[in-house]
């Protein structure tokens, strides 16, 4: 079976650094992506990795191993804003998305 | 219209009633996807739509049907709702079927009693 784990929940400090895990095992690998959802709200695309290494755009960061089947944001410069739910998802052989059930982030002062 | 929009925002409904959830992007994006988010679950495709005229059913399509007449509408029908279909769906579109980063629209919240 397709699956996408993810911590549940995390808490981190604002102005600290937090990294967000994403481990997968999916029927073929065609690119890995990041959202983020506000509670009540959409997701909105983050970051996609389709190669080994790291992505930086802004404080936000993703990293991709193929070989280990891993993936993490990393969050730099933590804001109030940033409380969400981070949501890993890989797309599959057939092309289409298989999600994780995310990862609540709360930031608190 | 920018973006994605869908309709209605929330509803109750009846078991055993027949609901349609309406999906319209101004984009022009090839690809448009319906989902479901649940408590504790990441999102699960019910159906998409790589063109215009073609559907194709995703991981949970039972009770569901879907249409796409034109590149813009993409509605979900749910022929006789029964309670395991409360959750929140999301319209989403993409620039093509090859499921590139995916546009999302603000849900609707639908709980059927």
């Known amino acids: 079976g397709q699956n996408i784990d993810q911590p549940t929940e995390m808490t981190a400090t604002e102005g600290a650094i937090v990294q967000i895990n994403c481990t997968y095992q999916?029927?073929?690998?065609?690119?890995l992506f990041w959202y983020q959802q506000h509670a009540g709200e959409a997701p909105t695309f983050l970051s996609y990795?389709?190669l080994d290494g790291l992505e930086e755009k802004g404080r936000f960061s993703s990293f991709l191993s193929r070989s280990k089947g891993y993936s993490y944001l990393l969050l730099k410069e933590l804001q109030m804003k940033d409380s969400a739910s981070y949501l890993c998802?890989?797309?599959?052989?057939?092309?289409?998305?298989?999600w994780g059930a995310g990862t609540k982030l709360i930031i608190k002062p | 219209i920018a973006g994605i929009t869908q309709a209605p925002t929330s509803q109750i409904l009846a078991a055993g009633r027949r609901m349609t959830l309406r999906c319209t992007q101004d984009?022009?994006?090839?690809?448009m996807y319906w989902y479901r988010q649940d408590l504790g679950l990441g999102l699960r495709l019910i159906h998409y739509?790589?063109?215009?005229?073609?559907?194709g059913k995703g991981e949970v399509p039972d009770g569901y049907s879907v249409s796409r007449a034109n590149t813009d509408d993409f509605p979900l029908t749910l022929a006789s709702a029964v309670p395991s279909q409360t959750s929140v769906y999301f319209c989403?579109?993409?620039?093509?079927?090859?499921?590139?980063?995916?546009?999302f629209g603000p849900g609707t919240r639908l709980t059927v009693l």
């Open positions: 989403a579109s993409s620039d093509s079927g090859d499921a590139d980063e995916q546009f």
């Open positions: 984009m022009r994006h090839n690809a």
């Open positions: 739509s790589n063109t215009a005229g073609t559907t």
């Open positions: 999916t029927s073929g690998f065609n690119g």
């Open positions: 990795n389709v």
């Open positions: 998802a890989v797309r599959d052989s057939n092309y289409q998305l298989i």
